[in-house]
């Protein structure tokens, strides 16, 4: 940023700015600690469970969340000794009483709040427009204060029950809240300041997963009398979004283009921006409204059938599987458990660790996004994922002979989340957006949450039950799948930083022109052999 255009960006801060950005991501805040807050406590909500449902082991293997007293069943040490994994074997006894009914209920504990996430995500568009930026962000938030009080007064009932239906109703808190907020952060942020404010979403999720983690410790809230508490908390920052947000002006874009109010939006900007001539930025909202008008909404429907988007669609759906689909969920859920098969003493303080190391790397991820090309970050941190994952399977399966090598994994497992952060974790957030002009972008915007809140249940839902069947070598899965996303970027995404729609249009022109030009000339080729 230039002299100027820093003097402008620091005219432009103002109180109300700062106000409305931080109320806004606070809805970030709830999703990155919902994403965390399962992790640490899993011990002792597994032998809650156990305790209700009747299953007698759990009682004698998982007492606190830093796994002192054992292991619960289905999660002994690989290959019989501390760092490794065995699954268990199959005793053929009845199995609504036995501890695989603990790992259905524990998994669907994980993964229904990316099933309420994938719901709730297609109606973002229509309730933003419907209600205004700033009104909708308030309805949405009853979605989360009742979430978490079905959570925190889970031990009041069968705790189970509780936990996946709050769970679910958070999910479409934050399904909800991942397309509104990004909405209205742009909209009510200065062309100076866009980038900037932009990238707090991300930060904002590590913050609450880092948090959510510390938090979860057995000595403050993550044992056996406070997991409900803990579960519920994010429920405190619900309630201070929701009285924060009457404080907060409704979005001037959404009151001009969408609504027409041009006296309002002058109002609204004045909030925003302190005593800064409005009329600018009034201009450029009328250039928007009318380039809006000449260009056609396009449906989902349309996105897949015509020709026109059809590669674009396929690289936003992709990047969105490749974050999902990295193991990335996998840590964030499981890596207590992962540090202890790797032979860590206190593995709710490594994981701590990788909370730090996360938010750490996501704010030098803001500076390498604007300085280096999407693309080739994004390439970059495939890549090194996909080295952590092998450096990672060999550790855990060589622990047994080597004690050292749990510093190998531990390393890996920190590697992986920093390379997540350099490319693959922030990149698919805004590449989607970028990737398409006003007309396809709210169906396209869609398609692409759906997809990621969808690959994030199927991970959250399947991890663990592959865990215990592939042992040390599940993230061999991830490393192979992580080879495919690499190659599928390399010969498939294209870089759009600087590039206007027309211009990454024009390479999708071109790559489709080529490929069809080498299908005509193998044709060619074939009938000339023939």
Same mark, same amino acid.
Not at 12 to 19: K, Y
Not at 382 to 387: A, P, R
Not at 507 to 512: I, L, P
């Given at each position: 940023?230039?002299?100027?255009?820093?003097m402008?960006?620091?005219k432009?801060? +103002?109180?109300?700015?700062?106000?409305?950005?931080?109320?806004a991501?606070?809805?970030?805040?709830?999703?990155?600690?919902s994403?965390?807050?399962?992790?640490?406590?899993?011990?002792? #909500?597994?032998?809650?469970?156990?305790r209700?449902?009747?299953?007698?082991p759990?009682?004698?293997?998982?007492?606190? =969340?830093?796994?002192?007293?054992?292991?619960?069943?289905?999660m002994?040490?690989?290959?019989? @000794?501390?760092?490794?994994?065995?699954?268990?074997?199959?005793?053929?006894e009845?199995?609504? %009483?036995?501890?695989?009914?603990?790992t259905?209920?524990?998994?669907?504990?994980?993964?229904?709040? =990316?099933?309420?996430?994938?719901? *709730?995500?297609?109606?973002?568009?229509?309730?933003?427009?419907?209600?205004?930026?700033?009104?909708?962000?308030?309805?949405?938030?009853? $979605?989360?204060?009742?979430?978490?009080?079905?959570?925190?007064?889970?031990?009041?009932?069968? *705790?189970?029950?509780?936990?996946?239906?709050?769970?679910?109703? %958070?999910?479409?808190?934050?399904?909800?809240s991942?397309g509104?907020?990004?909405m209205?952060?742009?909209?009510?942020s200065? @062309?100076?300041?866009?980038?900037?404010?932009?990238?707090?979403?991300?930060?904002?999720?590590?913050?609450?997963?880092?948090?959510?983690?510390?938090?979860?410790?057995?000595?403050?809230?993550?044992?056996?009398?406070?997991?409900?508490?803990?579960?519920?908390?994010?429920?405190?920052?619900?309630?201070?979004?929701?009285?924060?947000?009457?404080?907060?002006?409704?979005?001037?874009?959404?009151?001009?283009i969408?609504?027409?109010?041009?006296?309002? =939006?002058?109002?609204?900007?004045?909030r925003?921006?302190?005593?800064?001539?409005?009329m600018?930025? #009034?201009?450029?909202?009328?250039?928007?409204?009318?380039?809006?008008?000449?260009?056609?909404?396009? *449906?989902?429907?349309?996105?897949?059938?015509?020709?026109?988007?059809?590669?674009?669609?396929?690289? =936003?759906?992709?990047?969105?599987?490749?974050?999902?689909?990295?193991? #990335?969920?996998?840590? &964030?859920?499981?890596?207590?458990?992962?540090f202890?098969?790797?032979?860590?003493?206190?593995?709710?303080?490594?994981?701590?660790?990788?909370?730090?190391?996360? @938010?750490? &790397? %996501?704010?030098?991820s803001?500076?390498?996004?604007?300085?280096?090309?999407?693309?080739?970050?994004?390439?970059?941190g495939?890549?090194?994922?996909?080295?952590s994952?092998?450096?990672? %399977?060999?550790?855990?399966?060589?622990?047994?002979?080597?004690?050292?090598?749990s510093?190998? *994994?531990?390393?890996? #497992?920190? $590697? /992986?989340?920093? /390379?997540?952060?350099?490319?693959?974790?922030?990149?698919p957030?805004?590449?989607?957006?970028?990737?398409?002009?006003?007309g396809?972008?709210?169906?396209?915007?869609?398609?692409?949450?759906?997809?990621?809140?969808?690959?994030?249940f199927?991970?959250?839902?399947?991890?663990?039950?592959?865990?215990?069947?592939?042992?040390?070598?599940?993230?061999?899965?991830?490393?192979?799948?992580?080879?495919?996303?690499?190659?599928?970027?390399?010969?498939?995404?294209?870089?759009?930083?600087?590039?206007?729609?027309?211009?990454?249009?024009a390479? &999708?022109?071109?790559?489709?022109l080529?490929?069809k030009?080498? +299908?005509?000339?193998?044709?060619?080729?074939?009938s000339?052999?023939?």
């Open positions: 940023m230039d002299k100027k255009s820093k402008q960006a620091e432009h801060l +103002t109180g109300t700015l700062v106000l409305s950005v931080f109320t991501v606070l809805g970030f805040f709830q999703y990155g600690y994403l965390g807050v399962i992790n640490a406590p899993q011990k002792v #909500i597994e032998a809650h469970y156990g209700v449902l009747g299953i007698a759990l009682d004698r293997h998982a007492t606190n =969340a830093s796994g002192e007293d054992g292991t619960v069943p289905g002994e040490p690989w290959g019989g @000794t501390k760092g490794t994994l065995t699954p268990p074997a199959d005793t053929g009845d199995l609504t %009483t036995s501890p695989h009914i603990l259905m209920y524990w998994s669907l504990s994980v993964s229904t709040f =990316a099933v309420g996430g994938m719901v *709730s995500s297609f109606t973002v568009g229509w309730i933003g427009d419907q209600l205004g930026r700033v009104k909708a962000m308030l309805v949405v938030n009853v $979605l989360s204060i009742v979430g978490n009080l079905l959570m925190g007064l889970a031990k009041f009932g069968p *705790s189970h029950m509780l936990i996946i239906a709050g769970r679910a109703v %958070t999910g479409l808190y934050c399904g909800l991942s509104l907020v990004p209205y952060v742009s909209e009510v200065p @062309t100076a300041l866009r980038g900037a404010l932009g990238t707090l979403h991300q930060l904002a999720i590590v913050t609450g997963i880092l948090i959510s983690q510390v938090l979860g410790l057995d000595f403050l809230l993550g044992n056996d009398e406070m997991w409900p508490l803990l579960l519920g908390l994010s429920g405190v920052a619900a309630l201070l979004q929701f009285f924060l947000l009457l404080l907060c002006p409704e979005s001037p874009r959404y009151l001009y969408k609504l027409g109010k041009v006296e309002e =939006a002058k109002k609204s900007l004045k925003l921006r302190g005593n800064c001539d409005p600018k930025e #009034i201009a450029e909202m009328e250039k928007e409204k009318q380039e809006a008008a000449s260009e056609k909404k396009v *449906s989902i429907r349309q996105l897949f059938t015509s020709s026109k988007y059809r590669q674009a669609v396929i690289v =936003a759906l992709m990047v969105q599987v490749s974050q999902q689909f990295s193991g #990335i969920n996998a840590i &964030f859920y499981y890596s207590t458990n992962i202890e098969r790797a032979g860590v003493d206190q593995p709710v303080y490594a994981t701590i660790g990788v909370g730090v190391v996360n @938010t750490v &790397f %996501t704010v030098i803001v500076f390498l996004v604007e300085k280096a090309g999407r693309r080739s970050l994004f390439l970059a495939l890549m090194g994922m996909l080295i994952a092998v450096a990672m %399977t060999v550790g855990l399966v060589l622990l047994s002979q080597f004690a050292w090598m510093y190998v *994994s531990m390393v890996a #497992i920190f $590697l /992986f989340v920093i /390379f997540f952060e350099v490319g693959p974790g922030p990149i957030w805004f590449i989607v957006a970028e990737l398409f002009s006003q396809p972008r709210p169906a396209a915007i869609a398609i692409a949450g759906f997809c990621n809140w969808a690959c994030n199927i991970v959250g839902m399947c991890f663990q039950y592959i865990a215990d069947l592939c042992g040390p070598y599940v993230f061999v899965i991830f490393a192979a799948l992580l080879l495919v996303f690499f190659l599928f970027a390399y010969f498939k995404v294209p870089e759009t930083k600087g590039k206007s729609f027309e211009e990454i249009a390479v &999708f022109r071109r790559k489709k080529l490929h030009a080498m +299908t005509e000339l193998e044709n060619l080729r074939g000339e052999e023939a």
